[in-house]
């Protein structure tokens, strides 16, 4: 299929991968990922213009359809996907960095392999671009097999920590709690579902949480900051059993007492990656209007303007939560 671009988010990866990276670009340990050449954007938006017999058939779509695409064109042939496990596909191609051009550009090529979803027409596109980081915040969620029973906080509230929160708050545990250092952004958590929100800049979160746990401490962490001090917070704010899960990519390594995971709390320490199986619900609650989509998406740029829209979400200070182009 071709579609023409309606929005595209821009990602902290994006940003990390535009100064430079290694995990993109490789470094003495590991072989570049990037290609060089390759168009960005991974979390867009459009309506389709011209189609194949394989996506009118096959895929049952039309020309005028609105999609949004996975931003990994899973191979269909490695030991992964072979066994479902499309998400974690070897060569691992994906829209804005391997294999395939993105979407900062008036129109994508939509390849046969790529997972394409129908969304509505009726919301505005920066939203449905969102798509893409709420499918993996939920996938976040989903790996924390949340009970109702469960204090569950949420570490982060930038666009994955949101989505995180939404997508907990809908599994409907007793307590959803959000940190950050931002009054603003945690403001946008509460509206996202966020039963009491922290700001960590100001108060001893894990003081807070033990203190709201009779001592014992937190069910459920899920770690949307990508900042190591918020591995250990994540630490040492669960009770014995409790469940991480990580969620972030981090621009440094990061030091914590590993003792606390076995000898102390016998931890379960889960990863996530992407949004697998989480597209139709991320879609759904999108659709829904029931998330502040105006709050979240915060800035919206026309293409001739990526740089600004790159830099703003480099900044930490610029008080943005999604940026959007939109083409
Ligand atoms: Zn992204
Ligand atoms: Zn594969």
Same mark, same amino acid.
């Given at each position: ?7 595209? !988010? ?7 991968? =535009? ?8 470094? +003495? *340990? ?21 189609? &194949? ?5 096959? %895929? ?9 695409? $996975? ?8 030991? =992964? ?11 691992? +191609? ?7 051009? !993105?979407?900062?550009?008036? =129109? ?6 790529? %997972? ?25 969620? $989903? ?5 109702? &029973? &469960? ?6 509230? !930038? ?12 599994? *409907? ?16 958590? %509460? ?19 033990? &203190? ?10 899920? +770690? #949307? ?13 669960? %009770? ?6 990580? =969620?972030?990519?981090?621009?440094? $390594? ?40 105006? !709050? ?8 001739? $303007? ?7 979400? #480099? *900044? ?12």
């Amino acid at each position: 299929m071709l579609i023409r671009v309606e929005a595209v !988010g821009v990602c902290a990866s994006d940003v990390k991968c =535009y100064h430079g990276a290694p995990k993109f670009w490789g470094d +003495e *340990n590991r072989p570049a990922w990037a290609q060089r050449g390759i168009i960005p954007g991974h979390e867009f938006v459009g309506t389709v213009v011209a189609a &194949d017999q394989n996506a009118t058939v096959q %895929r049952r779509m039309s020309i005028g359809d609105r999609i949004v695409c $996975e931003q990994i064109v899973p191979c269909e042939e490695c030991r =992964y996907c072979r066994r479902g496990q499309y998400w974690m596909c070897a060569p691992h +191609e994906m829209f804005g960095f391997r294999g395939f051009n !993105g979407a900062m550009a008036h =129109y994508v090529l939509v390849p046969a392999r790529a %997972r394409a979803h129908r969304v509505s027409a009726s919301i505005p596109p920066q939203h449905a671009a969102f798509a893409e980081p709420l499918s993996c915040a939920l996938h976040a969620v $989903e790996r924390a097999n949340i009970q109702f &029973d &469960d204090v569950v906080v949420v570490a982060g509230c !930038g666009p994955i920590g949101l989505g995180m929160i939404a997508g907990a708050r809908a599994k *409907n545990p007793i307590k959803v709690i959000a940190l950050d250092m931002s009054d603003e952004k945690l403001a946008l958590a %509460r509206r996202c579902g966020a039963d009491l929100i922290i700001n960590v800049g100001r108060d001893d979160a894990v003081k807070i949480v033990k &203190d709201l746990t009779d001592g014992y401490g937190a069910d459920v962490y899920l +770690e #949307g900051t990508g900042h190591p001090a918020a591995v250990a917070q994540g630490l040492n704010l669960l %009770r014995k059993l409790g469940t991480y899960v990580e =969620y972030s990519v981090f621009g440094s $390594e990061v030091s914590v007492d590993w003792s606390i995971i076995g000898d102390d709390k016998e931890l379960d320490i889960l990863g996530a990656h992407l949004g697998p199986h989480c597209w139709p619900a991320a879609i759904k609650m999108l659709e829904s209007g029931e998330l502040p989509m105006d !709050g979240i998406c915060s800035h919206q740029f026309p293409l001739a $303007e990526f740089q600004t829209a790159i830099d703003l979400v #480099g *900044n930490p200070s610029g008080g943005s939560v999604k940026v959007s182009i939109l083409p």
